[in-house]
């Protein structure tokens, strides 16, 4: 049994909240997870038919048939039952009593803004991160990471990576866009969604892609969105708070799984990783997901950004500890250790001054150093170095 790292955080809010609310995506061991936290609680599922059409129809009767402490799995899927929880959490003074799993990011936290104000904690439970692999005894090659991902069932169970996320893709992605959208062309939303994985690590330009792919810049807004309600990607934001109008402001998208990223552009094994074009999209892909992770279990907000100027400077990953002291690191996939891998970092420390500190070249080879004040360091401690203290 791997350990998730977000287990105390998870102790100490049920401690503090009447209502504990972990949202993430599907298969990224949201229910394992509660049920091992807390085993003392109840379980229903509303994925199951004539559950959820009873928690539809009778929300106080379900309920009572379900009194606390209880975990509720896949809980957006009847939103009504969240306002009824708010009359019994404020009749109770005990703690942890629900425990609400989610995968549709945005519309669980509208809801739970609206019915439990003040009374929920919310947590975003990402797949396994290298740190928990390695801390159960598992630890894989730099291009294993990146074709086999971090879907826990791939480290549960016997299954090819390919034939795993092939079948994720038609489950979950294509069901996910079709509950909360109606996407009339099935073949155009599985080339959006291939270009994206084409595009990791870049600027994404939507216009640009709606002529490739025939459809509207409005509308493959509207698929992005929805690929983010799933949490099959994400949006990194820039930096530009304190730098003017010369940085760029458009955001980067990174798919949640690395692993789902390889398998759309066709990557049969790990062996094709390090000579595919996109070999270091992928891996920076890796890293800016394990920096997510690393946040997002320790009980942090994501606070992690990028910078891109007009003249091309570019630093991969910004986290601002506290305004304006900001971190910045360089993310490389060579396993050989070189210097020049600082240069961008180098010049950056230049424009912040002493707003910048502790930078670091975050990359894939095993020596570990400071030179003239920049940390190398192994992808591997990427938690690690982003929960560090720093000066």
């Given at each position: ?17 009447r209502v504990?609310?972990?949202?993430g995506?599907?298969q ?5 997870l509660?049920?091992q936290?807390?085993?003392r609680?109840?379980?229903?599922n509303?994925e ?10 009778a929300?106080?009767?379900?309920l ?9 799995d896949?809980?957006q899927r009847a ?12 009749g ?17 936290k ?8 003040g ?5 975003t439970?990402?797949p396994?991160s ?9 630890t ?5 990471y ?9 480290y ?19 069901r ?8 009339a ?11 994206l ?5 870049q600027?994404?330009?939507?216009s ?5 792919i ?24 820039p930096y530009?708070?304190?730098f ?28 094709q990783?390090f ?11 890796m ?25 091309g400077?570019?630093?991969d ?30 010049t950056?420390?230049?424009i ?28 591997r401690?990427?938690?690690?170095i982003?929960?560090?203290k720093?000066?």
């Amino acid at each position: 049994m791997i350990l998730r790292a977000i287990r105390s955080h998870l102790k100490l809010l049920a401690a503090e909240f009447r209502v504990l609310v972990i949202n993430g995506p599907r298969q990224s061991g949201k229910t394992t997870l509660a049920r091992q936290v807390f085993p003392r609680h109840a379980y229903v599922n509303l994925e199951e038919p004539d559950v959820r059409e009873m928690a539809l129809a009778a929300p106080r009767d379900f309920l009572r048939q379900y009194p606390v402490p209880v975990i509720i799995d896949e809980v957006q899927r009847a939103p009504l039952l969240l306002s009824h929880l708010q009359v019994i959490v404020d009749g109770s003074k005990r703690n942890g009593q629900y425990i609400l799993t989610g995968s549709h990011q945005p519309r669980l936290k509208a809801e739970v803004r609206q019915s439990l104000a003040g009374r929920a904690a919310y947590l975003t439970l990402l797949p396994l991160s290298i740190s928990e692999l390695s801390a159960a005894g598992v630890t894989l090659d730099r291009d294993e990471y990146l074709f086999r991902g971090f879907m826990p069932r791939l480290y549960d169970e016997t299954v090819r990576p390919a034939q795993f996320y092939r079948s994720y893709y038609q489950t979950y992605v294509e069901r996910d866009a079709h509950q909360l959208i109606h996407v009339a062309n099935q073949r155009a939303f599985e080339t959006f969604v291939k270009m994206l994985a084409g595009r990791v690590g870049q600027l994404v330009n939507l216009s640009s892609m709606a002529g490739d792919i025939g459809v509207s810049a409005p509308t493959l807004a509207s698929w992005l969105s929805v690929l983010e309600t799933s949490h099959i990607v994400f949006r990194l934001p820039p930096y530009f708070r304190n730098f003017g109008k010369r940085l760029q402001k458009t955001p980067k998208v990174y798919f949640t799984e690395p692993g789902l990223a390889a398998a759309l552009l066709d990557i049969q094994s790990a062996g094709q990783i390090f000579s595919h074009p996109l070999f270091g999209g992928l891996f920076e892909n890796m890293v800016v997901v394990e920096a997510l992770k690393a946040r997002y279990n320790t009980g942090n907000l994501g606070q992690l950004y990028f910078m891109r100027d007009q003249h091309g400077l570019e630093v991969d990953l910004i986290l601002e500890k506290s305004f304006p002291r900001l971190r910045p690191f360089e993310i490389k996939g060579g396993r050989t250790f070189d210097l020049s891998f600082a240069k961008n970092l180098r010049t950056y420390q230049n424009i912040a001054g002493t707003d910048s500190v502790s930078p670091t070249v975050i990359y894939g080879g095993d020596t570990e150093a400071e030179v003239e004040g920049v940390k190398f360091v192994n992808f591997r401690n990427t938690a690690k170095i982003i929960n560090a203290k720093t000066s």
